[in-house]
């Protein structure tokens, strides 16, 4: 079994910033993946960004690339989403995410663990 923790999220104006984290704890190994899913009200679940925790190779999904950000502290098995200039569209609930295949991630899952999910509003 595999724990996620997430902490960051909140209110923020569009233009803003937000950051997410996501502590993984238990039976986590290095061949695994990482990511976010995201789901606003009223609509389905959205992969958003996944990372290859053996070498860092990041994805995104099309919306967002250009100013999120996903990165990775080893020695921490801590995970990161910086978010930049954010709009109204990107809120919603963000879940962490972890499987044994980042292709799972960003094929759209699901993921085989997941965290307890952090709201991100942007008001206009």
């Known amino acids: 079994q595999v724990q996620l923790v997430e902490s960051g999220g909140g209110l923020v104006e569009v233009g803003g910033s937000l950051r997410l984290s996501c502590a993984a704890s238990g039976r986590f190994f290095s061949s695994y993946g990482m990511g976010w899913f995201r789901q606003a009200p009223g609509k389905s679940r959205e992969y958003v960004a996944a990372?290859?925790?053996?070498?860092?190779?990041?994805y995104y999904v099309d919306s967002v690339k250009g100013r999120f950000t996903i990165s990775r502290d080893v020695a921490k098995n801590t995970v990161t989403l910086q978010m930049n200039s954010l709009k109204p569209e990107d809120t919603a609930v963000y879940y962490c995410?972890?499987?044994?295949?980042?292709?799972?991630?960003?094929?759209?899952?699901?993921?085989?663990?997941w965290g307890q999910g952090t709201q991100v509003t942007v008001s206009s």
């Open positions: 990372i290859n925790w053996s070498d860092g190779a990041t």
């Open positions: 995410v972890a499987d044994r295949l980042v292709t799972s991630i960003v094929g759209g899952g699901p993921a085989d663990y």
